[in-house]
């Protein structure tokens, strides 16, 4: 195995990954809530994740992935309700929306997908447990709360000070609390782990010793982690978002229910947020975009892809346009070159990159492509990590750099047979080509402001004008 790194939330710096069990990883990913199509903000961490499963399987690593699905909370209740669908009918609709946008985006699927609907008796269990060590109760209402102030480590991994401590709310971009703060509690700190039921939850709802009612968000991941990966584990990420409470709250009840015996989770890896136009996704701005609306600008989903996974997993980027631009231009590169090197070496893309994901190569030499995959193993630094895949590809090297080359390619997940050489000519819509016309006009008596103005509009609708001596040009962005 070859050493990879990571930056570990809980100990704020970068670390060695060593596995609890040999080479085997069990790395835990926070999922989608199934109420409605997953957004490019959420696949940003998706992706990043995906990126780091490929990464250590490409360094020999064996990854046994674990990601879960939301399919029961306060969202998918009320959607659920309103359409007039039956809660697990609703949700499985959008599961299966979730699955094939990860397959456009070329993600390999997890071994386990748990549902927190198929794990109740996992979850009362897991309540019942720290019922009897104290550190839960039962409200009059029939709530079940978790007492924060019964562990001492509350607050380690993201350094929240007791004083300034929220309730369970934690928020989501336009839907508000995802934890209703209507429950009594003996401190404004602790947080929900049972809700009693409410009119509102319709006919969602299970037996409990504590009456009707249903999980808190917190307890699912806590519950169905320690069922497939055990009480001592490795990898846990999901999204900066989730350090506080969500992630808090899971190393809380989770340590406190094996007695304080076990250390929860070793790495905590978070991914930071996305910025679209450089300002937080939300649908009041008409900045929120799914892979859908991408597409449907000319733009193939590996093109999507690397957009949000090119700037580093740490650090805020911002998306737009320009990046899509970007991103299509580099691809062309890689797959040209993957073409030439490919042919030189008279073998096919799909076959090497099946023998890869196989691990057949692991102890191949990176050759030209060593500084490529240092970056890319030291924090998964895939700025860096490009930097150096484009840096090599300049010295023209042949059939040797097929297989670095290509597993490279496998730990970014970039499936090169998506991206398009020549960009295909779309005929302007007759509203677009009117749009120049007049933004051409403006420009010939000089009325500066409209032009600009007119070329806005022209952005807005998908499509720039690329002006010559005696007229223009319509390309889509």
């Known amino acids: 195995m070859q050493q990879v790194t990571f930056h570990n939330t809980l100990s704020r710096k970068a670390e060695p990954i060593v596995p609890t069990k040999g080479n085997v990883v069990g790395m835990y990913c926070c999922g989608p809530t199934v109420y409605a199509q997953a957004h490019i903000g959420n696949f940003r961490t998706f992706l990043n994740q995906d990126v780091m499963r490929r990464v250590l399987q490409t360094a020999g690593y064996k990854v046994i992935h674990v990601r879960n699905l939301t399919d029961v909370d306060d969202k998918t209740i009320a959607r659920s309700i309103e359409e007039g669908r039956p809660l697990t009918e609703f949700t499985e609709h959008w599961t299966e929306v979730f699955h094939k946008d990860c397959e456009r985006f070329n993600m390999l699927a997890p071994q386990i997908e748990p549902k927190a609907t198929a794990h109740i008796p996992e979850q009362i269990k897991m309540i019942e447990d720290l019922i009897e060590r104290g550190h839960a109760y039962a409200s009059e209402d029939g709530s079940v709360y978790f007492r924060v102030s019964s562990f001492d480590g509350y607050g380690k991994l993201s350094r929240i000070k007791e004083r300034e401590l929220l309730t369970d709310a934690a928020t989501d971009e336009d839907e508000g609390p995802v934890d209703s703060d209507e429950y009594s509690r003996d401190s404004a700190a602790d947080f929900v782990m049972w809700k009693s039921r409410k009119p509102t939850d319709g006919d969602v709802y299970w037996d409990s ?27 846990h990420s999901g999204g900066v978002d989730l350090t506080f409470p969500h992630h808090e709250n899971e190393i809380a009840q989770s340590e406190c229910s094996c007695g304080h015996q076990k250390q929860f989770f070793k790495y905590w890896i978070h991914a930071a947020h996305l910025l679209v136009d450089n300002a937080k996704m939300s649908k009041s701005l008409n900045n929120f975009y799914t892979v859908d609306d991408i597409e449907a600008k000319g733009y193939a989903p590996v093109v999507l892809r690397y957009a949000l996974t090119s700037g580093h997993y740490r650090q805020t980027i911002n998306f737009n346009s320009d990046s899509l631009v970007a991103a299509q231009s580099a691809l062309v590169k890689l797959r040209k070159f993957s073409d ?107 009325d500066w402001a409209a032009a600009d103005a007119l070329r806005d509009e022209l952005a807005a609708a998908g499509w720039k004008a690329l002006d010559r001596k005696d007229g223009f040009d319509l390309e889509q962005l």
């Open 209 to 235: 010793p504590w009456g009707e009612g249903r999980p808190g968000w917190h307890l699912e991941c806590s519950a169905m982690a320690m069922k497939y990966l055990g009480n001592n584990l490795d990898i």
């Open 340 to 446: 030439e090197i490919l042919a030189a070496a008279g073998l096919k893309r799909a076959a090497v990159l099946k023998e890869i994901n196989k691990g057949k190569h692991l102890n191949d030499d990176w050759g030209i492509f060593a500084d490529a995959w240092q970056k890319l193993s030291s924090d998964m630094n895939i700025p860096g990590a490009l930097g150096g895949i484009f840096t090599a590809i300049k010295s023209k090297p042949g059939a040797e750099a097929v297989v670095p080359f290509h597993k490279l390619i496998f730990a970014l997940g970039y499936d090169l047979d998506q991206v398009i050489i020549e960009k295909p000519k779309v005929e302007a819509p007759e509203d677009v080509k009117a749009l120049a016309q007049k933004r051409w006009d403006a420009k010939q008596a000089k």
